[in-house]
């Protein structure tokens, strides 16, 4: 019961702070994409990232993330995803839950996305998201929306905009209040060749400095890539590879916080063609 007890009150801190330094919701799936700068990563959607990017193929696609936080299950997220390309628009599809019994977070997730001419790319998200505080209370739910922008400046260069939470929605508790991050991201990628690939990003949350993020991924042979970058302040290093058995895709990635220690994120995803 001591335990079950501690366990509450870390999740409850623990949640309220390194969700806003880390500038995302628990439940919200990590990217796969180098320092997680995913706002104008065009190769992959990430459940809960720039909704505008699932416009940017013509592909159904499903895909699976496994997140772990410092080497602890109870820290965990799980989540899933599918793309659905339709002649008017692509859906997009998420489902993420994070925590253990005493304490998580589900999010799902509901996203439109089109082209007005292969340039300029535009999406919309909103998600139901509860939470899981204490048993006796039981979930307190809201929803939330995100919204995002894809620019094709040249061949090699895009642009892209993604806000969560712009209307900073947050969850009234009995006795306090769950506050659901707002974040503005403005992000950048180039394509330097067609096996090397620079990402640059930029959040703001609300309430928090500026927090930046850089990455290179380097197509080494045709299924095998290397992904290197790192973002904040203290810097957090990432490393990560993603190796492709035809329309299989496996993501493996790693970021070391100096303080806290390894996160592990592992992505599964399928193409159908």
Known sequence: MKLQLFFTLFFSVFCQHFCLTQQQPSAQAWSNAPAQASTAYTKQWTAYCNPAIISTVDTYKIAANYVNRFQLKKLSTTSISSSIPTKIATIGLALSHFGYSQYNEIQGGVAVARNFTDRFHVGMQFNYYAVLL????????????????????????????????????NIELNLTEKRIPSIFSL??????????????????????P??????????????FSLKIGGYGNPFVPNLGVSVFIKQLQIDLNFERNPTLGINSICGLSYTFR
């Not at 992000?187 to 928090?208: A, C, N, P, R, V």
């Not at 991924?217 to 299924?223: G, N, R, S």
């Open 134 to 169: 204490s048993p006796t209370e039981g979930y307190k739910n809201t929803v939330i929306a995100q919204i995002g922008i894809i620019s094709k400046i040249s061949d090699a260069f895009f642009i892209g905009f993604h806000t969560y939470n712009p209307a900073q929605t």
């Open 187 to 208: 992000g950048t990628s180039y394509h330097f060749s067609d096996k090397l690939l620079w990402l640059g990003q930029l959040d703001k949350e609300i309430d928090f």
């Open 210 to 223: 500026l927090q930046w993020r850089t990455g290179f991924e380097y197509l080494m042979v045709k299924e």
